[in-house]
């Protein structure tokens, strides 16, 4: 088991390269995890930079004094992965940003498609959002990763037709006449943009605008997948034959 991840704001160590990590994060070490001395953590900002530390000793039960060894940075992975996510029902699109987020997606687009019977509005809509960003955040830690995923803004048709023009690689999960995206061409370095549609799929109109921005739909098996798992599915197969999982 990998160390457990903590996120900070700066890596700013005090004398003898103490650091001290306080407020949530401190309480959820000190409280929630117990962590003890001589146990390793890993501080990060989420954003790429790490520092490997070592437990010297708690404070109280929201206060970890820990020793910094090292500060890293860690590059961006390539091909980069965005998936723009239409909007699901509920609960599922925290599911859809967790397990996506697990799986080594680098950024995630909410996508307000024309069959998308959930709709981001006002404060709901700023709520929501906050959810996916949260949900990134905590499954970031959960599986170790120093470099979170970013969740952008809710985006328009127009909007998502402006990043699949720029991607090196632009897909449209689809059903009906797709080729398979286990064999489609990838780029070994880029940009790769893969769009999911709603649960009642891609209308025709929103296919012709990606078409003209140049993405192609194609299709991931025979079983059909929901909106919240095709994201983590297709990401998947894709950080496997990009080689980012070797």
């Known amino acids: 088991m990998t160390a457990p991840?903590?996120?900070?704001?700066?890596?700013?160590?005090?004398?003898?390269?103490?650091?001290?990590?306080?407020?949530?994060?401190?309480?959820?070490?000190?409280?929630?995890?117990?962590?003890?001395?001589?146990?390793?953590?890993?501080?990060?900002?989420?954003?790429?930079?790490w520092a490997d530390c070592v437990v010297l000793h708690t404070e109280g039960k929201d206060r970890l004094v820990v020793r910094m060894d090292s500060v890293h940075e860690e590059p961006e992975e390539t091909p980069r992965i965005t998936v723009?996510?239409?909007?699901?029902?509920?609960?599922?699109?925290?599911?859809a940003v967790e397990t996506m987020t697990e799986t080594g997606v680098d950024a995630i687009v909410p996508w307000a498609a024309a069959r998308c019977i959930t709709q981001w509005k006002g404060d709901r809509g700023a709520k929501s959002l906050a959810k996916w960003r949260a949900t990134a955040r905590e499954a970031g830690k959960q599986s170790r990763r120093v470099r979170f995923p970013e969740v952008a803004d809710a985006a328009t048709t127009k909007q998502v037709a402006q990043l699949l023009a720029v991607a090196d690689f632009a897909a449209v999960l689809h059903e009906e006449g797709a080729e398979p995206l286990a064999t489609a061409q990838l780029p070994p370095s880029g940009e790769i943009v893969l769009v999911v549609g709603p649960e009642g799929g891609v209308s025709p109109e929103e296919l012709a605008v990606f078409a003209?921005?140049?993405?192609?739909?194609?299709?991931?098996?025979?079983?059909?997948?929901?909106?919240?798992?095709?994201?983590?599915?297709?990401?998947?197969?894709?950080?496997?034959?990009?080689?980012?999982?070797?």
């Not at 704001?9 to 407020?23: I, K, M, N, Q, T």
């Not at 995890?33 to 900002?45: A, M, N």
């Not at 194609?218 to 990009?242: E, I």
Request: a positive charge; charged letters at 25%.
């Open 5 to 49: 991840v903590f996120v900070v704001e700066h890596f700013a160590p005090g004398s003898g390269g103490r650091y001290v990590l306080d407020g949530p994060e401190g309480r959820h070490a000190v409280s929630v995890k117990r962590l003890q001395p001589g146990e390793d953590v890993v501080l990060t900002d989420g954003a790429g930079r």
């Open 84 to 95: 723009v996510q239409a909007l699901p029902k509920g609960d599922r699109g925290e599911l």
């Open 212 to 246: 003209e921005a140049g993405a192609k739909p194609y299709r991931l098996g025979r079983s059909v997948l929901r909106t919240s798992t095709a994201g983590t599915a297709a990401s998947a197969l894709l950080l496997g034959r990009t080689g980012r999982w070797s």
